[in-house]
């Protein structure tokens, strides 16, 4: 299997996203935090697989462990400006990443 999580500039900016899909790998972790179980997850995002989220769930684990043991700050994914993403099922269009430079500046100019 693949590693679970990618990062690339064309896809959400570099958010880190569940391999082969735009699914940020934090809608996972904001549905944990919110009560939600795996299960939840997976019916509202197909595109990421039960295999994705374990093995990402287990690579965060001792990620956790290794900076517990060394005395550093937890991190499960890098930190970084966070997007929202809407629960629930959605089709994402072929050129979604045509006006990325534009929605970031509209975004970076929110702040």
């Keep these: 299997m693949q590693h679970p999580v990618s990062v690339s500039p064309d896809i959400l900016g570099g958010t880190p996203v569940f391999s082969g899909t735009r699914v940020p790998v934090q809608t996972l972790l904001d549905y944990l935090q919110g009560g939600e179980t795996i299960e939840d997850f997976l019916d509202g995002f197909p595109?990421?697989?039960?295999?994705?989220?374990?093995?990402?769930?287990?690579?965060?684990?001792?990620?956790?462990?290794?900076?517990?043991?060394?005395?550093?700050?937890c991190e499960a994914v890098p930190t970084g400006k966070r997007i929202g993403v809407a629960k629930g099922k959605f089709e994402v269009p072929d050129d979604i990443d045509l006006e990325n430079d534009e929605v970031a500046r509209l975004f970076m100019e929110q702040s």
């Design 47 to 73: 595109s990421v697989t039960r295999e994705q989220v374990l093995s990402f769930l287990d690579l965060a684990k001792d990620r956790c462990v290794e900076a517990i043991e060394q005395g550093r700050e």
